[in-house]
Nanobody, 121 residues
Framework: QVQLVESGGGLVQPGGSLRLSCAAS????????MGWYRQAPGKQRDLVAA???????RYADSVKGRFTISTDNARRTVVLQMNSLTFEDTALYYC???????????????WGQGTQVTVSS
């Protein structure tokens, strides 16, 4: 089994910054894409940022230039640095990872439990 544990959410004022971290553990042979999604109340879960195994990143248009996604060298932790936060960034943020558990080429997708980000004055 694989666990994704997120940390770093909280309450921040508009214009502030937060850093979300997600650590993967368990039976892992390799990890492909890793990403962050968010879901605001009454809305669907949307991609915020993702990074593939080559380090290529992609971002939602609404966060480009403000958020940065990165991983550690072992690709077991993915970090989302969020700057210039606005009210619209308030949501529950989820980590996602594409995991190959063994040498067999089979991928499974895992989600973290979510961490709340609230932007409020």
């Amino acid at each position: 089994q694989v666990q994704l544990v997120e940390s770093g959410g909280g309450l921040v004022q508009p214009g502030g910054s937060l850093r979300l971290s997600c650590a993967a553990s368990g039976t892992i042979f390799s990890i492909g894409d890793m990403g962050w999604y968010r879901q605001a109340p009454g809305k669907q879960r949307d991609l915020v940022a993702a990074i593939d195994s080559e380090g290529i990143t992609r971002y939602a248009d609404s966060v480009k230039g403000r958020f940065t996604i990165s991983t550690d060298n072992a690709r077991r932790t993915v970090v989302l640095q969020m700057n210039s936060l606005t009210f619209e960034d308030t949501a529950l943020y989820y980590c996602n990872a594409e995991v190959q558990a063994t040498i067999a080429p089979r991928l499974n997708y895992y989600w973290g439990q979510g961490t709340q980000v609230t932007v409020s004055s």
